[in-house]
């Protein structure tokens, strides 16, 4: 993946069906990165870090637009 970073304008862009499909590869990048770090040293080991906050931003994005429950 080349960036890890989106920007919050760059997530607000996104669709739902976009985002489900971000969250699942940053998820597999996040965790490619996790079993990568525990074998060899990496390149930037803020990548994970960033990768798992990317995560959570996407899916507090999907949450927000979802309907809200009384």
């Known amino acids: ?3 890890l970073k989106l ?5 607000r862009e996104l669709t739902d069906v ?3 499909q971000k969250i699942a590869e940053y998820e597999r990048e996040r965790d490619g990165l996790r079993f990568k770090a525990g074998t060899e ?3 930037n080991p803020m ?3 960033l990768a ?4 959570a931003r996407l899916q ?3 949450r927000a637009r ?3 429950k009384a």
Do not use: H, N, Y
């Open 1 to 3: 993946m080349a960036t």
């Open 7 to 11: 920007t919050t304008q760059q997530i």
């Open 18 to 20: 976009e985002l489900r």
């Open 41 to 43: 040293v990496l390149a």
């Open 47 to 49: 990548d994970v870090r």
């Open 52 to 55: 798992r906050r990317t995560v």
């Open 60 to 62: 507090t994005a999907l």
């Open 66 to 68: 979802a309907p809200k």
